[in-house]
């Protein structure tokens, strides 16, 4: 399943992008449900014959109908806060699939976790040990816990996506997490049930991966011989998939393959936390041409996307293939395609060269299925884009387009 022209208009599943376009207007991002299908799949397929749970990792893309289909399939959940468990749920998500990663959880989160019996807590710091044993000791439950370890190894990703170094705020230094494990297993209300590790996102090769994943069974072998019932593994999500044609990632077989081998001979039970490979590629945003301008020789077309729909190119460099949604024999042309609000960093693509451009042309920005949406704002007061889930032969409005009226919600004279 892909984006692809049928009949001269770029179409996912059966549905025509021109006809959500005129049904839901610009800017609109579009998910598949069929490939957020078949890329969880080859998560559970990979993984099938062992113990394991995939747990998606509910940052990527929050959306209740895209939890929804995870749901259905019998996805677990990776959380980072209360939030995100409540949306699981309204999803039709079970709490029991659930672990709630995180750096900074708050006590009123971790209590409506654990009153709705997640499966486990993966634990980043001595002072969440603390917080968490005695929540759970209010609720008069034990929580299941599972310590974050720091594996020191580079994931080689952009710096901003990277968590497994020594530099990084996450988890806890492998070098001391042993007195971690003790001090978390001396806690009354807490029983230490996992290790976890989570070192990058975006990663385009999958050695760092089996690195952090020898290390961390290393470490089980010393925690299990010390006595602490560790009985699964939480390996993290950040395979990277393909933005840029020509780019090359390996497969989830693959990735998972790789680490599996380690894992399997353990007996212990493998989470994994796919994010972004999951809904990146399933998702497009639509937007519309607004203006052309030339500005010291330099060709600009403004588009209807801006950096509150769509941060990444700003906070990463990122890049993202754009199409036009109907193929074009018009002469191409080097634009720079930036957005309405007043920053300069508002741009989604720099020198593309696309076919020649014109006010009201539509446009598809792919690879946006995950961190678009999620991380979208209402910068300049801007409404947020509407979602929308195509199924087979039929799409429908998944979130509606904010309205002015949702902008002030809340506020007060
Ligand atoms: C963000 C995150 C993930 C998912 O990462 P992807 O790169 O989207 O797969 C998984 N686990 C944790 C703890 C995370 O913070």
């Known amino acids: 399943m892909h984006y692809e022209y049928r009949q001269g208009r770029l179409s996912v599943e059966g549905v025509d992008l021109t006809e959500i376009a005129e049904a839901c207007g610009t800017p609109t991002y579009v998910y598949s449900a069929g490939m957020i299908r078949e890329r969880y799949r080859a998560y559970d397929a990979a993984l099938a014959g062992m113990p394991n749970q995939v747990c998606y990792a509910v940052k990527a893309n929050s959306n209740l109908a895209v939890l929804a289909v995870l749901a259905q399939e019998g996805a677990g959940f990776d959380i980072v806060s209360g939030g995100e468990l409540f949306r699981v749920l309204k999803a039709g998500g079970h709490a029991a699939s659930v672990v709630f990663s995180g750096v900074g959880k708050k006590p009123d989160e971790i209590r409506y976790a654990i009153e709705h019996g997640v499966h486990s807590f993966n634990c980043e710091s001595y002072a969440e040990i603390e917080v968490l044993n005695r929540v759970a000791g209010e609720a008069g439950k034990i929580a299941h816990v599972a310590l974050r370890v720091n594996p020191d190894v580079n994931p080689v990703t952009h710096e901003y996506i990277s968590t497994g170094l020594k530099e990084n705020k996450f988890g806890i230094d492998i070098s001391v997490i042993e007195a971690a494990y003790a001090h978390a297993a001396a806690q009354p209300h807490l029983k230490v049930t996992g290790v976890s590790c989570h070192i990058g ?97 330099k060709e600009f077309a403004i588009i209807d996307a801006a950096m509150n729909d769509l941060i990444r190119p700003s906070l990463y460099k990122a890049f993202h293939e754009i199409t036009p949604v109907l193929e074009s024999t018009a002469p191409p042309m080097e634009v720079d395609l930036v957005g309405p609000v007043c920053e300069s960093g508002d741009w989604i693509a720099k020198s593309r060269t696309l076919p020649t451009l014109n006010s009201g042309d539509l446009l598809a920005i792919h690879t946006a299925g995950a961190y678009g949406f999620g991380m979208a704002s209402n910068y300049n007061s801007r409404g947020r884009a509407a979602e929308v889930l195509v199924d087979g032969d039929t799409f429908r409005v998944a979130r509606q387009r904010e309205s002015w009226d949702d902008l002030v919600r809340g506020e007060s004279l």
């Open 201 to 297: 996102s975006q990663m385009l090769d999958s050695s760092p991966m089996v690195e952090a994943v020898e290390r961390v069974v290393a470490l089980v072998r010393k925690l299990q011989a010390s006595g602490l019932p560790i009985d699964h593994v939480d390996l993290g999500g950040g395979l990277g998939v393909k933005y840029r044609e020509g780019e090359q990632t390996p497969s989830i077989a693959a990735a998972v393959q790789a680490m599996r081998q380690i894992v399997e001979q353990t007996g212990l039970k493998a989470v994994v936390e796919p994010g972004r490979s999951i809904v990146a590629e399933a998702g497009v945003l639509l937007t519309s041409v607004l203006y052309r301008k030339n500005n010291g020789g």
